[in-house]
């Protein structure tokens, strides 16, 4: 008996035809090929199989009884075949009830999270959602194992892989946020002079002393004074709106924040880039229904997000 990694296993379509037709030129023009090259394939198949298969009869070509007892499990085999590399089913997110895991920085949790549940809620029901922060460094390995389905925050300090899947959400710009009757709120808007007076809170899930800004600041010889590090917005706009300290952040989180405390935005008074807000997934996932659906539904709440108003 031959051994599977010798056998051609294209040779059972073949096989199936002729048993089908009985006849090699019919089975040569079901299968699309000539007669003396179906006559071929019988040949190798009679060699693979180390049996005649078909023979012929004065009322035509007859299966030996090796061909017969061949017959189902070679249609098993190629139903199951079938089935492997048919297209993949829809999927229905009205009946799913698949968990999908997100990671996502505390900006996306405020900003998104709230709408995406909303939405999911309402148009699939069964499905679970697990919301993780994000990990340093970025999560290569729970993306590859499918620990994770997709990794949601800023690009630049994501920094995903080359290889990953990234698509941009929508981009934010810094600004600063003071309680409402703070003596900055008087000309409405900060010099640079007077932000870097200023007593700063800053906003560091790590206890990172420098961001972006003090990158900016150093290049021009200046430094800022921090005088308090959280490690989340959860109790930020409180602590402003109590205090002279000034915080620069995101200016789409500082619009929120102005609704749950008496607080003010301003425009940082230096230019910087605007940032752009990404999703990141593993190729891995790219062309999975379910996958692409979650994908879907985070970009249609990403698009309802309106622009943050001119500071």
């Known amino acids: 008996m031959p051994e599977l990694r010798n056998f051609d296993l294209n040779l059972l379509v073949a096989f199936d035809l002729l048993m089908q037709e009985q006849n090699v030129s019919r089975a040569a023009e079901r299968m699309f090929v000539s007669q003396s090259a179906m006559s071929h394939i019988l040949q190798r198949l009679r060699q693979q199989l180390d049996d005649p298969l078909l023979v012929k009869t004065p009322s035509g070509m007859k299966p ?9 499990p070679v249609k098993a085999v190629l139903r199951d075949v079938k089935h492997l590399i048919r297209a993949r089913e829809e999927f229905d997110p009205a009946k799913s009830v698949r968990r999908f895991v997100i990671a996502a920085t505390d900006y996306m949790d405020l900003l998104m999270i709230p709408a995406l549940v909303e939405r999911i809620a309402r148009y699939a029901p069964g499905v679970d959602i697990h919301v993780k922060q994000t990990e340093t460094p970025f999560p290569v390995r729970e993306l590859e194992y499918n620990d994770l389905d997709v990794v949601l925050g800023f690009e630049t300090i994501l920094k995903p892989p080359a290889y990953m899947i990234v698509e941009k959400l929508f981009d934010d710009r810094m600004a600063c946020l003071v ?21 700063h809170m800053l906003i560091s899930r790590t206890g990172t002393r420098i961001g972006l800004i003090d990158d900016w600041l150093a290049e021009k010889g200046l430094e800022r004074r921090i005088a308090l590090i959280v490690p989340h917005f959860l109790s930020a706009p409180f602590i402003v709106a109590k205090t002279d300290m000034l915080l620069s952040l995101p200016e789409r989180i500082a619009e929120k924040f102005v609704g749950l405390a008496p607080l003010s935005v301003l425009s940082v008074p230096f230019d910087l880039p605007a ?22 539904e985070i970009l249609a709440v990403c698009q ?8």
């Open 64 to 72: 030996t009884n090796r061909a017969l007892a061949l017959i189902e």
């Open 179 to 199: 309680r409402r009757n703070h003596f900055a709120n008087r000309g409405n808007r900060l010099t640079l002079d007077e932000y870097v007076s200023m007593k």
């Open 275 to 296: 940032y752009d807000l990404v999703m990141v997934w593993h190729p891995l996932r790219e062309t999975d229904p379910a996958h692409r659906w979650l994908r879907d």
């Open 304 to 311: 309802t997000l309106r622009q943050p108003s001119t500071t």
